[in-house]
């Protein structure tokens, strides 16, 4: 005589019915149920959540997401204690002058609470070409990154162009003065993979990158891209030869500004939001809290 087998009946879940611990299983049977024991598509009405075998699976499932979440943010922290030095010395002896200081010294346990990430902010940074740590200087007039670029040329590489239309060299170069920095770990490959937008108006890219990404994750602004820019022309393979960046400035409003490597220069320049663009590219980062 067979076993008689549990009887299931198949029925809508109201969301607002369910305690927390109910909608946590909904939601992990949702994100891994390809990964839980028999069909739960159908629902045992003896018990929600599929009785003690799928509950069972669930938490172990759910123990080790935590388990890796918190190995990736470890893995990021190894990165950044890999990395740290590096910035510091090129914001030292590229930007900083003899008469500036850094407000805080930047450490691993500094850094690391500026970055204060979460488990999400840890993937997305793992799953970048070439992550990499750098310090941008708070409120340094953009003249001072121009500046770093034109003095550490290589041969052959003449100065950088700032489109005048984006108004970023009205304000002189800084000579003195503490220096507020705020880390953020960025995409610094050489190149980046075109975006699903590519070669609509440049407008609507920036509009669907916008309603992609999450809040925290943002495309690089001009500070951030002229420090990676700095080490990439440090190491003989400037960024953006054949494509160019998008670049993060929430003041403009009829140009879409934009930086890459162009007949020996940096160039940084300003595009109609109409202009169709297949090249363009965005430099995503995550960036920190500035330093007190």
């Not at 500036?100 to 990430?117: A, D, F, G, H």
Request: proline residues 5%; contains cysteine; negative net charge.
């Amino acid at each position: 005589m067979s076993k008689e087998q549990p009887t299931y009946e198949r029925r809508l879940i109201d969301r607002e019915t369910l305690t927390a611990d109910q909608q946590a299983i909904l939601a992990a049977v949702n994100r891994f149920k390809g990964q839980l024991p028999g069909n739960y598509d159908e629902i045992p009405n003896v018990d929600f959540g599929g009785g003690a075998e799928m509950k069972a699976a669930v938490k172990q499932i759910l123990e080790g997401v935590k388990v890796n979440e918190a190995t990736e943010v470890t893995e990021v922290s190894k990165l950044v204690e890999k990395q740290l030095s590096g910035a510091i010395d090129l914001v030292q002896t590229k930007l900083i002058k003899p008469d500036m200081e850094l407000v805080q010294k930047p450490t691993l346990e500094l850094v690391m609470k500026l970055m204060n990430l979460t488990p999400e902010q840890a993937q997305v940074i793992l799953k970048m070409q070439d992550p990499r740590l750098e310090f941008a200087l708070e409120d340094m007039p953009f003249a001072n990154y121009v500046e770093a670029i034109n003095t550490n040329k290589k041969r052959g590489q003449i100065d950088t162009y700032v489109d005048s239309d984006l108004g970023w060299g009205k304000r002189p170069v800084q000579q003195e003065g503490q220096v507020i920095w705020t880390p953020s770990i960025g995409e610094s490959a050489q190149e980046i993979e075109e975006n699903p937008w590519a070669g609509q108006r440049l407008g609507n890219q920036v509009a669907q990158w916008d309603q992609s990404r999450p809040d925290w994750l943002q495309s690089q602004g001009r500070e951030s891209y002229s420090i990676r820019q700095l080490r990439a022309i440090e190491g003989g393979n400037p960024l953006d030869q054949r494509n160019w960046s998008i670049l993060r400035d929430p003041t403009q409003q009829e140009w879409v500004p934009g930086g890459d490597w162009a007949y020996g220069q940096v160039y940084f320049g300003g595009y109609f939001q109409c202009d169709h663009r297949r090249n363009a590219r965005f430099r995503a980062e995550v960036v920190g809290v500035k330093s007190t």
